[in-house]
């Protein structure tokens, strides 16, 4: 029996959970990625903004002969309106400075040069500002616009720039955030509906049928639908709907064979009794009864052999094979008698098994399969009478990549044309008189319980049959 059948997962495991954690992975990665640029250049555009009040005071400078002579409040007032402490303006090896009255020159300060403009650079300073606590000095350093060689650095504290900065972070984070929680949702809804929904119904109709598939209720009704799930759901339904009819005639049949395995055990247990009653005959001195008796003797014993075969075939293919390791050379030897191969006054009998290899396999079944084939030989070479050469039978083995292949091979006529047309379909190949044409439908039905073939293999000369194992049966 297969596995037990596995429960559902509920709406919020399997399939959905994947979807909607990959969903809210991908996007959140995505934010992380253009976030770094964004923040970058926001930081830029926020210096530059400073950087212009410098440009306007070099303006001025440029204007102006004497620094000196500019009244303290006017430059106060230009540097205030940038929140600048101090605006140094440096051209043709001189430098002139114009600060805030009174302020002191800082300590601890961090350069932003706006004339190196590489994406590295600028991400690089974004993060220094970010992750630098409060309260550093800014020193913002530009061309001056007009003349080439004009420098304008603008010094400033940095907190409000790492104030404006954070903010601006949470708002990216939050507006991610947001994005994300919509695209889950309507990535789950849309995916809940198209995909998932069916594919629950599809499963769960599976995990019910499978409990009780001669249920004809639990065939799946399918739904329209063109495209891959409506294909999958037509072809599940035709599926149990062919699964249904097959099981209801196996049933039909399996009870027919019931009644014909009672019928035929009653048949053979009449037979048995008349078997007696007819050798009790043939003692009588009656010479008409001395004639007739032989061949009524031999009909009565086809007749139980018959009913004896059917009863195995029904008994011997609902059991699956107990392995255990087997000495294939004694199995043939014992196989070989059991065929009534030893002694035989006219058929040699050769057994080319090497000593010691061991294969791990059911050795009753196996044995049966051996005895079905060296039976088949020994009455194939016992009907041709005439034959030129004596009569032989070998069992020899050999190996391919991946195979254990031991072959049962006879010179006699070879298979009739009638055997070979219905090779190992039961009751249908003999073309023997007394056969029943069960032993290589049994014997081919055995093999291939064990992973393996039973294959005839066409030969000039006689009748051959290879019996082929996968290699990893083999134990030595
Ligand atoms: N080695 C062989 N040489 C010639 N013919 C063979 C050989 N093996 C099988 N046959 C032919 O194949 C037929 C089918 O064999 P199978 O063993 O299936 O049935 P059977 O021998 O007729 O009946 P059962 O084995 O059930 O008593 C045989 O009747 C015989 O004609
Ligand atoms: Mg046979």
Redesign the pocket.
């Known amino acids: 029996m297969a596995a037990e059948p596995r429960a559902m997962p509920g709406p919020f495991s399997g399939l959905s959970v994947k979807l909607i954690t990959i969903i809210v992975a991908v996007i959140l990665t995505a934010g992380i990625v253009i976030y770094l640029p964004l923040v970058a250049n926001y930081r830029d555009s926020w210096l530059a903004d400073r950087l212009r009040i410098g440009i306007v005071a070099a303006r001025v400078l440029d204007a102006v002969p004497d620094v000196m002579a500019l009244p303290q409040t006017l430059t106060d007032r230009l540097l205030n309106s940038a929140g600048a402490k101090a605006i140094v303006y440096r051209r043709g090896g001189q430098s002139q400075l114009l600060s805030v009255e009174g302020v002191e020159m800082p300590k601890e300060v961090v350069t932003a040069d706006m004339r190196l403009d590489d994406p590295v650079t600028r991400i690089l300073g974004a993060l220094d500002t970010l992750f630098a606590g409060n309260g550093r000095t800014l020193r913002i350093v530009g061309d001056s616009d007009g003349s080439a060689d004009g420098v304008v650095e603008v010094l400033m504290s940095e907190t409000p720039l790492r104030l404006g900065m954070l903010a601006y972070s949470r708002n990216i984070a939050l507006l991610s955030l947001i994005i994300a929680a919509i695209t889950a949702i309507a990535l789950y809804v849309f995916v809940s509906r198209t995909f998932i929904a069916p594919i629950r119904r599809i499963t769960a109709n599976m995990v019910a049928y499978r409990q009780a598939p001669e249920n004809a209720n639990l065939i799946i009704a399918p739904e329209p639908r063109k495209d891959e799930v409506g294909i999958a759901e037509r072809e599940l339904a035709a599926m149990q709907t062919d699964l249904f009819t097959m099981l209801r005639q196996r049933r039909h049949l399996a009870d027919l064979g019931l009644a014909v395995a009672k019928i035929n055990h009653d048949l053979r247990n009449t037979l048995t009794s008349a078997q007696l009653l007819s050798d009790q005959v043939a003692t009588l001195d009656d010479p008409k009864v001395q004639r007739l008796a032989p061949r009524l003797v031999t009909t009565l014993d086809k007749a139980i052999?018959f009913a004896q075969?059917v009863l195995d075939y029904g008994r011997q293919s609902a059991t699956p094979p107990k392995p255990g390791p087997v000495d294939m050379r004694l199995l043939v030897e014992e196989s070989g008698i059991e065929a009534g191969l030893m002694g035989h006054p006219d058929v040699r009998f050769s057994n080319g098994i090497p000593d010691g290899l061991v294969i791990n396999a059911d050795a009753d079944q196996l044995g049966r399969v051996l005895v079905?084939?060296l039976?088949?030989?020994r009455?194939?070479l016992e009907a041709n009478t005439g034959a030129s050469h004596p009569p032989e039978i070998t069992v020899t083995f050999s190996e391919a990549p991946d195979e254990l292949i031991f072959t049962v091979a006879?010179n006699?006529?070879?298979?009739?044309p009638?055997?070979k047309e219905n090779?190992?379909i039961a009751f249908e190949?003999?073309?023997?008189a007394?056969?029943?044409?069960?032993?290589?439908?049994i014997?081919r039905e055995l093999v291939e319980a064990h992973g393996g073939k039973l294959l005839f293999v066409d030969q000039p000369q006689?009748?051959r049959?290879d019996i082929i194992l996968p290699a990893t049966a083999r134990l030595s």
């Open positions: 052999g075969s079905n084939l039976k088949n030989a009455q194939a006879d006699g006529p070879g298979l009739p009638r055997a090779l190992f190949g003999s073309a023997r007394g056969g029943t044409g069960l032993g290589l439908a014997a006689g009748a049959f």
